[in-house]
């Protein structure tokens, strides 16, 4: 399996055993969006919802922090989601974040993994099914295991200051990178770390809202003085967009690039940390 897959192929293999959808769209609270409940009036057959802002560490002051391992065993077992399974995700949001949940479960050791090009706004558009409610699922073994070389803290981001052995890459927009735009969490800093580029994750997606490819996605890269092929590092507000750059650096076949987890939201709260603006 592809790790950008097509309407037409999820719909020609919604009825093999090993397939599991997953709805993964998050929003935020001053959206005035209920995602679950949206879920539960449309969603493509057969899938589940993948609450990310549950599946997180809901102890941590930092936004949608990676869970433990054993936490996201647990809620992905109780989904229906286990060893074996292909998983295909999408969303219905803004940020695009079928691509942090992507991340996200390769983190935790699951790599038969894609994301639904275009998401469910291009699945609806086509005339495709749906289904409503909450489905019923089977509870599934889910192995316990997680990869943290996918995942940078801020005393790695601290290091690489000086190393510079990582490309770092910010995924928020240019404003909000340049420091000409408030950030909208209170106590967070304008600004961006010394030394990154910006790549607003946005500038990865066609018109149509399906991910740009070849020679296209590369150009996206090279234009802000990205190289690929580089090691790199993925940063953003929360951790949300930034899966959406290391989903593309996948698609450009660099996979397993790192994401610090707690971004700008970290980073940018702290005193003893440098920001750079950009007037």
């Given at each position: 399996m592809d790790i950008l897959v097509?309407?037409?192929?999820?719909?020609?293999?919604?009825?093999?055993?090993?397939?599991?959808?997953?709805?993964?769209?998050?929003?935020?609270?001053?959206?005035?969006?209920?995602?679950?409940?949206?879920?539960?009036?449309?969603?493509?057959?057969?899938?589940?919802?993948?609450?990310?802002?549950?599946?997180?560490?809901?102890?941590?002051?930092?936004?949608?922090?990676l869970p433990s391992a054993e936490k996201f065993a647990s809620r992905c077992a109780s989904l229906g989601i286990g060893d074996g399974n292909r998983i295909v995700i999408y969303d219905n949001s803004p940020y695009k974040t079928a691509a942090r949940a992507w991340w996200m479960f390769n983190t935790f050791g699951q790599h038969e993994v894609a994301i639904l090009d275009g998401g469910f706004a291009k699945w609806q558009s086509e005339g495709r099914a749906l289904e409503s409610g909450v489905p019923s699922v089977r509870h599934r073994h889910f192995t316990v295991w997680?990869?943290?070389a996918m995942v940078r803290s801020l005393d790695q981001m601290r290091a690489n200051l000086t190393s510079k052995a990582e490309q770092v890459?910010?995924?928020?927009?240019?404003?909000?990178?340049?420091?000409?735009?408030?950030?909208?969490?209170?106590?967070?800093?304008?600004?961006?770390?010394?030394?990154?580029?910006?790549?607003?994750?946005?500038?990865?997606?066609?018109?149509?809202?399906?991910?740009?490819?070849?020679?296209?996605?590369?150009?996206?890269?090279?234009?802000?003085?990205?190289?690929?092929?580089?090691?790199?590092?993925?940063?953003?507000?929360?951790?949300?967009?930034?899966?959406?750059?290391?989903?593309?650096?996948?698609?450009?076949?660099?996979?397993?690039?790192?994401?610090?987890?707690?971004?700008?939201?970290?980073w940018g709260a702290r005193a003893d940390t440098p920001a750079v603006t950009i007037p």
């Open positions: 097509s309407t037409d192929w999820l719909a020609n293999e919604l009825g093999a055993g090993d397939i599991r959808v997953v709805d993964a769209t998050w929003v935020m609270a001053t959206d005035g969006r209920n995602a679950k409940a949206e879920f539960e009036a449309a969603h493509v057959p057969h899938a589940v919802f993948f609450d990310i802002g549950e599946i997180s560490d809901t102890s941590n002051p930092l936004p949608v922090m997680k990869d943290d890459i910010d995924a928020r927009s240019g404003a909000r990178f340049n420091g000409t735009e408030a950030d909208p969490r209170p106590g967070v800093r304008p600004g961006h770390m010394p030394n990154s580029f910006n790549l607003p994750y946005k500038e990865l997606f066609s018109d149509d809202g399906t991910y740009k490819t070849g020679d296209a996605l590369k150009a996206a890269f090279e234009s802000v003085g990205i190289d690929p092929a580089k090691p790199s590092v993925v940063s953003c507000g929360s951790g949300i967009t930034a899966g959406v750059v290391a989903f593309g650096m996948a698609l450009l076949g660099h996979k397993n690039v790192p994401i610090y987890d707690g971004s700008w939201s970290e």
